[in-house]
């Protein structure tokens, strides 16, 4: 489909290798860079609430070192100087972290989460910290402390969740690398809603600390306007960090693209005769008619059925592991609604449930590593429907009109089987709003999903939203 006419012409926005090679040769400071981040972080932060905390001065102070480092020829790394935003869900030391919550003290952490340090000693600058939902419990972001995040294609719209700042950020070019999370689609999500790349990776790939409940299956991700530019990152972000025993160290497989060999491919429109968007559906089947030149499609309905239910239990838990915390009525009573309606469900869940939650997963994670002995990536819609209305948690869903609690299950089966995915924005509705489609691919494939995703890259060049009047 076309671009929308209020679409940026700047299709070939850099990429960080790109502004590296110009770090340099000194056409370009990552001073200069910074500030022009800042800039215009101040002038459209107000329109969308992006942020939640903007750190100017160690911002400079940061790239200030980074431009003496290249212009000594000795960069950190190949991120070096690259602006970078960072999740309220992340500690970083000497700021503090609220995840979207009242609750949270407004006390700074003495330490770093392992991807946030990762990217300090990679020498990125930390602009700031981008809107989450409380907890990020959701997939829209607006919260109690910090308010409606909103759409860059559309204010009226929410830009997804839980990394909706995230995603903001990417569409907007400020800054390169973002930092968000992804427990059941908050990458994802938001990337198909804002029409940018959001990638997840397999789980436990990326050191996490302190360990929660939700380990086993929220990851660490990235949203990037560039799938080149989460490729650049990989490498620093997967660093070892001795706080996380669990962490995956062995080497990702190499991309089955590199091989020449034409690939297998699973194309999935739906599951459980799940409704989706007219547009989107459209535009999922163009990827996948696209995709035939370097890949052998099967149209295929993924035995998916017991996916929302695992990840709805799991969550409903995850949740009550957190209101925990909070048990006196004063508390609660500040949080957002939908938390501690989760939550507080949770308390209540069986544990004969929630184990029987544990088999099926068990269950459904031999399902899919036998669907990957057949195809390399599967390719499947990321949400069934472009972004909705601002101010609600869940649409109608269209067959019955009534509130779609479990509208978000195309993203569920990468993170209850441990899969890494992405989302690429492929197209647009006919009321001008982005969409995404997802790529799957098996444990330690992460490289074919990206590897598909540049070559889509090429196929479907992305498009980016012009800034939101100033306020």
């Not at 098996?442 to 800034?467: I, Q």
């Amino acid at each position: 489909m076309p671009k929308p006419a209020h679409a940026e012409t700047r299709q070939n926005r850099l990429t960080i290798n790109d502004i590296s090679k110009k770090f340099a040769d000194s056409s370009l400071s990552p001073v200069e860079l910074a500030q022009d981040c800042l800039m215009r972080i101040k002038k459209i932060n107000p329109s969308l609430n992006a942020f939640c905390a903007i750190w100017e001065d160690e911002a400079i102070k940061t790239a200030r070192e980074s431009e003496k480092r290249w212009r000594q020829g000795r960069p950190k790394s190949a991120i070096d100087g690259i602006p970078a935003t960072i999740k309220d869900l992340f500690e970083v030391k000497n700021r503090p972290m609220r995840q979207g919550s009242l609750l949270m003290p407004d006390i700074p952490a003495q330490t770093d989460s392992p991807t946030v340090a990762n990217l300090r000693k990679a020498g990125a600058v930390f602009l700031g910290a981008t809107t989450t939902p409380e907890f990020g419990h959701k997939g829209v972001t607006d919260s109690p402390l910090t308010g409606i995040t909103r759409n860059p294609w559309n204010t009226s719209k929410t830009p997804g969740g839980s990394s909706g700042g995230s995603a903001i950020c990417a569409a907007l070019d400020l800054g390169m690398i973002h930092l968000g999370s992804d427990g059941g689609g908050s990458c994802r999500i938001p990337a198909s809603f804002s029409g940018v790349f959001g990638y997840k990776p397999t789980q436990n790939t990326w050191p996490v600390f302190p360990a929660s409940f939700f380990y086993s299956f929220s990851s660490p991700g990235l949203l990037a306007a560039r799938v080149a530019d989460v490729q650049t990152c990989l490498p620093v972000l997967r660093r070892k960090d001795r706080r996380d025993p669990l962490q995956i160290t062995s080497a990702y497989r190499k991309g089955q693209l590199a091989s020449g060999k034409k690939l297998k491919a699973a194309y999935a429109p739906t599951f459980s005769g799940l409704w989706v968007h007219s547009d989107t559906a459209k535009i999922v089947q163009n990827v996948a008619l696209a995709l035939e030149e370097i890949a052998e499609i099967e149209e295929i309905t993924p035995e998916f059925d017991t996916v929302t239910e695992i990840q709805g239990t799991h969550w409903l838990a995850g949740a009550a592991t957190i209101i925990s915390q909070f048990p006196d009525e004063g508390s609660r009573s500040k949080m957002d609604p939908s938390m501690r309606f989760f939550g507080e469900h949770g308390e209540k869940l069986p544990l004969l449930k929630f184990l029987a939650a544990q088999q099926q997963r068990l269950d459904f994670r031999q399902y899919c590593a036998t669907l990957f002995k057949k195809y390399d990536f599967l390719i499947m819609p990321t949400t069934p429907m472009p972004a909705f209305d601002t101010g609600i948690n869940a649409p109608l869903y269209p067959p019955t009109e009534k509130i779609w609690y479990d509208w978000t299950p195309f993203t569920f089966p990468a993170n209850m089987a441990g899969l890494p995915a992405a989302s690429y924005p492929a197209g647009f509705t006919t009321d001008n709003l982005p969409v995404g489609v997802q790529i799957i691919a098996a444990p330690m494939h992460d490289l074919t999903v990206l590897d598909v995703c540049a070559w889509l890259e090429n196929c479907f060049p992305p498009h980016y939203p012009a800034p939101p009047p100033a306020g």
